[in-house]
């Protein structure tokens, strides 16, 4: 059935629960471990229902489980794999002796309530995966806890490095100096508003909705002794109501907030922006053919994500009267990052599953794997856009060459 569904041999080996096995074992081999895994597959035939198998324990991957993923992935890009017949399915399900109910969705999985992106749901969203655990987050990420692509400059790199010449490159991007505002919208655990306020001399606000986030965020202000320099806030962004700032950065913060709710997201910060003051945005995108963020992602991850194409969001904040200036692709990036916290992830795994629990972590090595090799094709990309508010004069606020853009 496999062989004639991906249209020839199989490109990876599989094996089932009674020992039997198909296909190379000498690579990838996946592992089915009981008809449950195959149950779930005949009720949700899909990347919902793989992700389902594999975060329950019921499938499993030995090998390389990118190399497998790419491998699969080939093959349906390329179109030789084929839907079968339903009479197929059936005949298969009755020999093998998986019908039966639909099994629960493993715990892991986001059950939320209300209308798309109200305060609340938002709310529910973020804390299901940003609240998972700070000690978590610390584990997999670098010291500065910065949850977004870092910046490579050099082979010898380190994340911790990357991710510092980021912060850097945004706020060089930003012009930030001594005295100056910054609102940070979704600033996770502080990273972005802890740097600009140490190293730039900033007046720091930094915007969240994690309850989590900002109890981590104070306790690493105090420890820098910069309650003078920043403040955090456990606010939702549409209720920021504060004179405009000079300047704001939002850092992989607009896949959260819904394509309905995009043009109140820029709306917003060109409210709250100064007349000739900067926006820097990090955003993933998708082509056009591909938005939104997928089953798995939004079933698992990130509950009611969107990302569009970087043509769409760029039309959005020109909407809301911001002038484009810049747009850095940093798609590479990406892929090194999140092979960055594969890795750790990989060599503290059982810390990590003693923190969140062995479905959890499983749902983060399903998320790393395929999301590094998603940015490794093409199939998603990252930018940072440069956008300036104009003044009533018509001014953009970048008049003089040195501060045209910084040099990268």
């Known amino acids: 059935m496999a062989e004639r569904v991906l249209g020839g041999p199989l490109p990876i080996g599989f094996r089932a629960w009674d020992g039997s096995v ?3 074992q000498d690579g990838t081999v996946l592992v089915i471990r009981s008809r449950d895994a195959l149950r779930r597959l005949v009720w949700s035939p899909n990347e919902l229902g793989l992700a389902r198998a594999y975060v329950s324990g019921e499938l499993d991957v030995e090998g390389d489980l990118v190399a497998g993923l790419s491998q699969i992935w080939g093959l349906v ?3 030789v794999t084929r839907r ?3 009479s197929e399915v059936v005949k298969l399900a009755l020999q093998l002796k998986v019908l039966g109910p639909n099994p629960s969705a493993p715990k892991e999985e986001a059950r939320l309530r209300g209308a798309l992106h109200t305060k609340t749901r938002d709310r529910d969203a973020i804390s299901h995966h940003y609240d998972l655990s700070n000690a978590f987050y610390q584990l997999v990420l670098d010291p500065s806890m910065a949850y977004s692509c870092a910046y490579f400059t050099s082979d010898e790199d380190s994340l911790a490095q990357a991710q510092h010449n980021k912060l850097d490159l945004i706020c ?7 005295g100056m505002r910054l609102l940070d919208v979704g600033c996770g655990w502080g990273s972005m508003i802890i740097h600009a306020a140490k190293h730039y001399g900033v007046h720091a606000v930094g915007v969240t909705i994690s309850a989590q986030q900002r109890e981590h965020i104070l306790k690493r202000v105090a420890a820098e002794g910069l309650q003078d320099r920043v403040e955090v806030r456990l606010q939702d962004y549409r ?10 950065s939002t850092i992989e913060m607009g896949e959260h907030v819904g394509e309905s709710n995009y043009p109140t997201y820029a709306s917003t ?3 709250l922006l100064k007349p000739e003051g900067r926006l820097l945005l990090q955003q993933m995108s998708r082509g056009h053919n591909a938005p939104g963020g997928g089953a798995f992602i939004e079933s698992y991850v990130a509950p009611d994500m969107h990302m569009r194409p970087v043509s769409s969001t760029t039309g959005f904040l020109e909407a809301a009267g911001l002038e484009i200036r810049d747009v850095h692709a940093l798609r590479e990036h990406y892929v090194w990052t999140v092979r960055a916290w594969a890795q750790t992830l990989e060599d503290r795994w059982d810390e990590v599953v003693a923190l969140v629990g062995e479905g959890q972590a499983r749902v983060w090595r399903l998320y790393l794997a395929g999301g ?5 094709e093409g199939r998603m990309g990252v930018d940072q856009i440069l956008a300036v ?5 018509g001014r953009s606020g970048m008049p003089r060459v040195r501060r045209e853009l910084v040099a990268r």
């Open 172 to 178: 060089r991007k930003l012009d930030l100096r001594p």
């Open 269 to 271: 910060l060109h409210r």
């Open 372 to 376: 590094a090799l998603t940015f490794e």
């Open 389 to 393: 508010r104009r003044s009533e004069n």
């Open 77 to 79: 890009r390329r179109g």
């Open 239 to 248: 209720e920021v109501s504060d004179e405009p700032f000079d300047a704001i």
């Open 22 to 24: 198909a296909g190379p």
């Open 84 to 86: 079968p017949r339903v």
